[in-house]
């Protein structure tokens, strides 16, 4: 599945043992996709190589993260593996929804890989409707995090010092009482079987997700990236010398990719 | 989602997510049924050789055409082929929702074909004219199918296919984009001099050009 790229004199490829594997999930409003959008254009990540997969639909463009005309001209699809050896840091890019009857078959390929590189834990960002909350999750933070047996162990003390609130269970059957309570996270695609199956697995997963809507999804692909960044600490949040307040949103780099999002400019001669 | 007149209504996600896909588990019947219409959307590319009783050897090929679309096929029409020159060596079967193409090679322009044609004074030129549409869950088959026939060494593919205009990003009005208004796409071992700019993002290629 990954085709690592420039073999060049390493045909083993590139090692990823023990790094923390950084990946969205195709959900609502594409949240988790924008977000690893922002984490690679900041941290000026280099592409290693692909996945060639029958799982999504293709598309193919030039480089998204171009910053030069020297740049532009790389080709880039719907399924890429960037990388960062200094912060032991690989992601993946998902360009592309699943075809239909094909999310399952990428999520075992996907997990095979996880383990057979041997990377430490994987971190999925993702995203789940709005409109879907209960009365209580309506009020305070619209962030959620969820954490395997495995990885609880080793960072469940941290998410309490950073205050975090874990995704809550809802009754299986809404309005009995009495009924065992599950997982469900409507518009977050394949986070929840990921979830599940790393739980089984014994693969260290954290989910970190936003509650949303379909829109313009940018202020919350900023909320969820800073999220992540309170506790990975990818790139250092200024203090504001003015207020106590931290803001480390005007630091995240938007790629060039992310021109015209909402269609052209109006044509003159409308007026 | 409650819409402006008070209704509530599932809204569709970008994210192209199907709940129900997920939340139901498959019965036996289901699988069935799916393997049915797996069988019914596989494909079949018929080399003219095959129908001697002829092994599949790799085809040599060291120049690929490949037109997508009834605009490409009918430029490739109008230029390119003629009886004289070139000769059909293969056909791609396929069926989906939009269309179906069969194993005759006399087609009429009108009607969805995917046909393979060879250069008869140099037989490592093969262009392919697909007016047909190859369905999402059907562009990797294809791929393998047509590609796996061929030896790759030294091979140049050059894909041409056609999008519409109003798909295409830009700053300015469409109104004022040049005619014939081309953009290229090409990988790091296309060393030759490309025939018009390349294209920029935001703009991506979709379907079985991208595949």
Known sequence: MFIPCDR?????????????????????GNVGQLAIDLVISTLDMTKVGYFYTDCLVPMVGNNPYATAEENSTELSINAEVYSLPSKKLVVLQIRSPFIKNK????????????????????????SSHAYQRDDEQLLGTPLRYLLTPDLEKAVGGR??????????????????????KVLHIPGGGITKLLFTESCSEGIQMAVLLKFCSEG??????????????????????????????TDPSSQWKIPS????LFGNGLPPALF | MATFFGEVVVAPSRAGLDEEEEAREETPEDREIRREIEKKREIDVLWTWQAGGCAGEPLVCSRFIVAIGRNAAAFLSSFILDSVCWEVVGVVKLWNEWCRTSSTT????????????????DPTVLLCQCSCYVAEDQQFQ??????????????????????PVADYKTQESTLTLVSPFLKALKTKEFQEQVCCLLLEQPNIVRDLPAA
């Open chain 1, 216 to 245: 313009d999804n940018i202020p919350d692909a900023f909320v969820l990236v800073n999220y992540l960044n309170e506790w990975l600490q990818l790139i250092k949040s200024e203090v504001s010398t003015s207020s106590n307040s």
């Open chain 2, 142 to 163: 294809w791929l393998e199918k047509v590609f796996g026939s061929m030896q790759k060494k030294g091979l140049q593919v050059t894909i041409l296919s056609t999008c």
């Open chain 1, 103 to 126: 999310y399952r078959p990428f999520c075992e390929t996907l997990l095979s890989w996880v383990k057979s590189s041997k990377c430490a834990r994987v971190v999925l960002l993702s």
């Open chain 1, 159 to 180: 998410m309490k010092e950073l205050n975090w609130k874990e995704m809550e269970k809802v009754a299986a059957y809404p309005g009995i009482s009495d009924t065992d």
């Open chain 2, 106 to 121: 006399n087609v009429l322009p009108t009607d969805s074909f995917c046909l393979f044609y060879r250069l008869i004074s």
């Open chain 1, 8 to 28: 060049g004199g390493d045909s083993a490829g590139p090692d990823f043992k023990g790094f923390t594997l950084l990946m969205p999930a195709v959900s609502v």
């Open chain 1, 257 to 260: 990719s992310w021109r015209l």
